[in-house]
T-cell receptor, first 112, second 114 residues
Framework: KQEVTQIPAALSVPEGENLVLNCSFT??????LQWFRQDPGKGLTSLLL?????REQTSGRLNASLDKSSGRSTLYIAASQPGDSATYLC???????????FGSGTRLQVQP | AAGVIQSPRHLIKEKRETATLKCYPI?????VYWYQQGPGQDPQFLIS???????DKGSIPDRFSAQQFSDYHSELNMSSLELGDSALYFC?????????????FGSGTRLTVV
């Protein structure tokens, strides 16, 4: 059974810092890994999707990497802004089933 | 672009009542997934449907049932509601033949059981 873990659970940084969120998964047989953003009480916004054959994806100030062999993904946020404050979730899609398995998220607070 | 539509956005029910949540997938998506997210929890997979057939089952209680219709929309029926059923319920859709394209989630239905 796939298990997804995210570290740290919470993070508070001053505005302008570069930061890295970590995600690890136990079963490397995945189609892809997706990073989501969730604001309090709101829905899930997809940020980046990395295919199993890819090493990284970039969108603006966000860069996500994937190392399938070691079961790890990172989300790099450059020049953080207060508007980046949210919970960031990673989720793995197994090849054996079509349901995403989510990590418990990293709650990010960017201080102005 | 059209997104995944969920209705209602908010729902308040009393214990032991019944609730029905609806989900309309992105056009040309044939697979629908339901997730439950309790307060402070990560989303937990409940059930999924492909071509009107259940394709996978997660931690869905026996009091809940779901189905997918010919237009691919899906309904989650919840009976004998309990206080612990209060949560955000998400629906997501995808194309079964293109799992690499990822999921798109709706904005969710917030169910409060009082």
């Amino acid at each position: 059974k796939q298990e997804v873990t995210q570290i740290p659970a919470a993070l508070s940084v001053p505005e302008g810092e570069n930061l890295v969120l970590n995600c690890s998964f136990t079963d490397s047989a995945i189609y892809n890994l997706q990073w989501f953003r969730q604001d309090p009480g709101k829905g899930l916004t997809s940020l980046l999707l990395i295919q199993s054959s890819q090493r990284e994806q970039t969108s603006g100030r966000l860069n996500a990497s994937l190392d399938k062999s070691s079961g790890r993904s990172t989300l790099y946020i450059a020049a953080s802004q207060p508007g980046d404050s949210a919970t960031y979730l990673c989720a793995a899609l197994d090849t054996g089933r079509r349901a995403l398995t989510f990590g418990s998220g990293t709650r990010l607070q960017v201080q102005p | 672009a059209a997104g995944v539509i969920q209705s209602p956005r908010h729902l308040i029910k009393e214990k032991r009542e019944t609730a029905t949540l609806k989900c309309y997938p992105i056009p040309r998506h044939d697979t629908v997934y339901w997730y439950q997210q309790g307060p402070g929890q990560d989303p937990q997979f409940l059930i999924s449907f492909y071509e009107k057939m259940q394709s996978d089952k997660g931690s869905i209680p026996d009091r809940f049932s779901a189905q997918q219709f010919s237009d691919y929309h899906s309904e989650l029926n919840m009976s004998s509601l309990e206080l612990g059923d209060s949560a955000l319920y998400f629906c997501a859709s995808s194309s079964w033949d293109r799992p690499n394209y990822g999921y798109t989630f709706g904005s969710g239905t917030r169910l409060t059981v009082v």
